[in-house]
Every structure is written in C-alpha cells, then in structure tokens.
C-alpha cells in the first residue's frame, strides 16, 4: 500500500500530494543529521549558513532566509556554535553587524554533502525520479514558490 494510499484517497489532491512529499524530505533530512547532532532546524540554518560561506550572512539576513524571528536565529546558531560547526564575527564592513560563517568543522561536514556522503535525505526521498524527473520538478515547485 503506498503512502496515498493509506489516506484514504482514491486521487489526492496537489496540494496532499506536495504536503506527503514534504514530510517525508523533512523525515529524511531528521535521519540524515540526527548522526551529526543536529535537530532539523538547526540543519536547515547550517544549510543556509554553507549555500551563503563564499559571502558576508548576517545573523539578520539568516533570520530572514530562515523566516523566523531574529532571537529564534540566535538560539539556533548558539546550538551550531555549541556543536563547532559554525562561528560568529564582526561584520568587516558594518562594525554593529554579526555575522556568521562556517568552521573548519562546518566546512568539512559541507564538503560530505558535496561529495554525496550526507545528502540530507533528498537522494533518498526521490530515488524513484529519474535525472530528468528530478529536474522538471526542482523547475515546477521552484515556479510555484515564486509566484
């Protein structure tokens, strides 16, 4: 029995259908950083911090890629903090500015997830895509979330 149909459904909707996917990415990335000590959202804020390493991320702008509350930021870079993989320094170009980038720490875990060792679950949640089943989603949920 698949998972829609387990629901009930005999043909869910869109929106059930993107919501059941959700879960199982969000199951997925749970399972692939619990090794690592890290609680979903604090993967998700280490993702961002490494997508953003090449450039200056203050703690502001991380609160607002994150949509969350800017105290709720700094208690999730507090716990990465904690765990080494990342670190807080003064902003080089605004003295009142925070901001944060990865350690060595943080940076070699980024290089597993560029090398595939730590996919954060996505490899495992659309195995059954095709390469180009992948990209013709990326490209139509991408077309949603902007619009």
Known sequence: ???????????????RLVMLAARRVREARVAAFEPYGLAAHQARAFLVVLRWSAGELRLSRLAERLHIAPRSVTEVV??????GL??????????????????????????????????????????????????????????????
């Open 1 to 15: 029995m698949s998972r829609t149909d387990e629901r009930g459904d005999d043909e869910p909707s869109l929106g």
């Open 78 to 83: 507090d716990a990465l903090e904690e765990k």
């Open 86 to 147: 990342v670190r807080r320094s003064p902003s080089p170009t605004d003295r009142r500015a925070t901001v944060v980038e990865p350690t060595e720490a943080g940076r070699e875990l980024g290089h597993k997830l560029k090398r595939g060792e730590l996919t954060g679950g996505d490899s495992t949640v659309f195995a059954a895509l095709t390469e180009t089943e992948r990209g013709t989603l990326t490209r139509l949920l991408a077309k949603v979330a902007d619009a």
